[in-house]
């Protein structure tokens, strides 16, 4: 709460409201109501970005969670112009995040298993994807997949939120190449994108808090 009774802080409100619109979201994809996403899905990235904003948040992260938003815009259209648009401003978010996780170490264990989900997945995904989108998608999945490697480097929330933003990009790669997906798969990837950005949010304005609290000591 704010210092005047009764008005809620616009840091809290945000994130409450970035929650309600997930859940508005999410519930208007498993009722089948296509205006509730069109609706819902453009607010989460800027009520995320005002939560963030209110918690100091460094400038790579909210040009990532901006870049993010100019994705999610994107995907509402069904063409595959607007997906490589999408998908471009996806890769430039993943390069603002891996700018935000700088030079900190991140484990070569995981890197060699990243690495190797990545090898599998171009490998069977690519005989059943258009040909306009192979090298795209291949591009793409290579920086995506050092993204979710590299968050581990802010923690394991931040880690957790890089390997849910990879699986939900996978979700939608395989819907592209016409594999089996899963009951209500726009559910699943927005539930576990929603999710990613949040914890890969929270993840970096816990590192940003520790640094400054580390460089400037209270």
């Given at each position: 709460?704010?210092?005047?009774?009764?008005?809620?802080?616009?840091?809290?409100?945000?994130?409450?409201?970035?929650?309600?619109?997930?859940?508005?979201?999410?519930?208007?994809?498993?009722?089948?109501?296509?205006?509730?996403?069109?609706?819902?899905?453009?607010?989460?990235?800027?009520?995320?970005?005002?939560?963030?904003?209110?918690?100091?948040?460094?400038?790579?992260?909210?040009?990532?969670?901006?870049?993010?938003?100019g994705g999610d815009l994107a995907l509402l259209f069904d063409a595959?112009?607007?997906?490589?648009?999408?998908?471009?401003?996806?890769?430039?978010?993943?390069?603002?995040?891996?700018?935000?996780?700088?030079?900190?170490?991140?484990?070569?264990?995981?890197?060699?298993?990243?690495?190797?989900?990545?090898?599998?997945?171009?490998?069977?995904?690519?005989?059943?994807?258009?040909?306009?989108?192979?090298?795209?998608?291949?591009?793409?999945?290579?920086?995506?997949?050092?993204?979710?490697?590299?968050?581990?480097?802010?923690?394991?929330?931040?880690?957790?939120?890089?390997?849910?933003?990879?699986?939900?990009?996978?979700?939608?790669?395989?819907?592209?190449?016409?594999?089996?997906?899963?009951?209500?798969?726009?559910?699943?990837?927005?539930?576990?994108?929603?999710?990613?950005?949040?914890?890969?949010?929270?993840?970096?304005?816990?590192?940003?808090?520790?640094?400054?609290?580390?460089?400037?000591?209270?």
């Amino acid at each position: 709460m704010s210092g005047v009774p009764g008005r809620w802080a616009p840091g809290p409100a945000a994130l409450l409201g970035f929650a309600v619109a997930t859940a508005a979201d999410l519930g208007s994809l498993l009722a089948g109501w296509h205006t509730g996403h069109l609706l819902f899905k453009p607010l989460l990235m800027p009520l995320l970005i005002g939560w963030a904003l209110t918690r100091g948040a460094p400038r790579p992260l909210v040009a990532a969670l901006a870049f993010g938003w100019g994705g999610d815009l994107a995907l509402l259209f069904d063409a595959e112009a607007a997906f490589l648009v999408g998908m471009g401003s996806f890769a430039a978010g993943h390069v603002c995040y891996l700018v935000l996780f700088g030079r900190r170490p991140s484990s070569p264990l995981a890197g060699a298993a990243y690495g190797l989900a990545l090898a599998g997945t171009v490998s069977l995904l690519w005989g059943d994807l258009p040909a306009g989108l192979r090298i795209p998608v291949a591009g793409y999945s290579l920086l995506l997949t050092a993204m979710a490697w590299r968050s581990g480097a802010l923690g394991r929330w931040a880690g957790l939120g890089g390997a849910l933003f990879l699986l939900s990009d996978t979700l939608i790669a395989t819907g592209v190449a016409g594999w089996p997906q899963p009951p209500r798969p726009d559910f699943w990837i927005m539930a576990t994108y929603a999710a990613a950005q949040y914890l890969l949010a929270a993840g970096a304005l816990a590192d940003h808090r520790a640094y400054r609290r580390e460089v400037v000591p209270v």
